[in-house]
């Protein structure tokens, strides 16, 4: 915003107070009604709400860059995150931007298919990419994501190398047993004061507060990841629930969709990345720095080029890391074209 103050030396002049707004970017939301997701497990809604991001003036085939931000959506365009993608285009990023309303009733979203959640990664792939890109015409795609949507945004990548061109993982989900230890003992804990049926329950029943969303994580990821219709729940905790032992059987299940267990297999693939980048906190809370510099270590000695940043910092508040993450997507995807 840029206020100007005009005087006039007149007699009887006025000072007018005239404001100027330079913009770099148009906002929308667009409603989207989702055949992968209808009918899913959870009862989750199947119309959602993507909010666009577009520059003023857009060259033919500009990137689809899509954000996989599950928890804490809202529908509001002027935002933290808003505010990041008009510095980059100020600063000449040319590209469609998008961040679609990936919530679940666990309040968080892993953005594979489940049967105990719904088909996140059908909604991506074969509907919002296809969507966007005719839409749009755009160019090369790319996914970027914190946390969970860094973990998403590596396994849609190598799954889906044909569609997928280039990812960034920033802090991702990934060495799992450093990531979910202390959320086990806690949940299993919790476990021992209310029993399974009434603990997912209420907090089904309402917003979780930060330290129930321990236990909420847990039971949406073993949602995800050790789905299973047979169960009342409609998954298997990878703990028993009387002892607190690790079930070898369920925990194969997890460590199977672990990036740095997995990243072995998917060397090849990666290779033909034209753009992978990843960084992380030196303090975050969920040790994901020990994924993360595995993730590293792997990909460094498999030959597989990448961009790989640690920072200052822990889990929370690092939205501005896309400050960095996308405009090297944006550079990489255009030397590739």
């Given at each position: 915003?840029?206020?100007?103050?005009?005087?006039?030396?007149?007699?009887?002049?006025?000072?007018?107070?005239?404001?100027?707004?330079?913009?770099?970017?148009?906002?929308?939301?667009?409603?989207?009604?989702?055949?992968?997701?209808?009918?899913?497990?959870?009862?989750?809604?199947?119309?959602?709400?993507?909010?666009?991001?577009?520059?003023?003036?857009?060259?033919?085939?500009?990137?689809?860059?899509?954000?996989?931000?599950?928890?804490?959506?809202?529908?509001?365009?002027?935002?933290?995150?808003?505010?990041?993608?008009?510095?980059?285009?100020?600063?000449?990023?040319?590209?469609?931007?998008?961040n679609p309303n990936f919530s679940t009733k666990y309040n968080m979203n892993q953005y594979i298919n489940s049967p105990a959640v719904g088909n996140y990664e059908d909604f991506i792939i074969k509907e919002i990419i296809p969507h966007f890109k005719e839409r749009y015409s755009t160019g090369k795609t790319a996914l970027f994501g914190k946390s969970s949507g860094g973990f998403g945004s590596y396994t849609l990548a190598v799954r889906h190398p044909d569609v997928i061109n280039g990812f960034a993982d920033h802090f991702g989900d990934s060495c799992f047993f450093y990531l979910y230890a202390d959320d086990f003992a806690y949940t299993y804990n919790q476990l021992q004061k209310s029993g399974m049926k009434e603990l997912l329950n209420r907090l089904l029943s309402k917003k979780p507060t930060d330290e129930e969303m321990r236990a909420l994580n847990v039971f949406g990821s073993s949602a995800f990841y050790s789905p299973d219709l047979d169960s009342d729940y409609g998954f298997d905790l990878p703990f028993d629930i009387e002892t607190g032992e690790i079930l070898d059987e369920i925990w194969a299940k997890w460590k199977d969709l672990d990036p740095a267990k997995n990243v072995d297999l998917n060397l090849e693939i990666l290779k033909k990345m034209d753009a992978i980048y990843i960084d992380v906190g030196d303090a975050d809370e969920y040790h994901l720095y020990v994924g993360s510099r595995v993730l590293h270590r792997k990909l460094a000695a498999g030959g597989v080029k990448h961009h790989y940043e640690e920072f200052q910092g822990g889990h929370f508040g690092n939205s501005e890391r896309y400050l960095v993450s996308i405009p090297f997507l944006y550079d990489m995807l255009r030397i590739r074209e």
């Open positions: 915003m840029v206020v100007g103050i005009f005087h006039f030396p007149e007699k009887d002049a006025q000072i007018y107070y005239v404001s100027i707004t330079q913009t770099y970017m148009k906002t929308e939301i667009i409603e989207f009604e989702s055949d992968a997701l209808k009918n899913n497990y959870l009862g989750d809604d199947y119309r959602r709400q993507i909010l666009v991001y577009t520059p003023d003036d857009m060259d033919d085939s500009c990137p689809l860059m899509i954000e996989l931000a599950g928890t804490n959506w809202k529908p509001r365009l002027h935002n933290k995150f808003a505010g990041v993608v008009e510095r980059l285009f100020s600063q000449g990023l040319k590209a469609v931007i998008i």
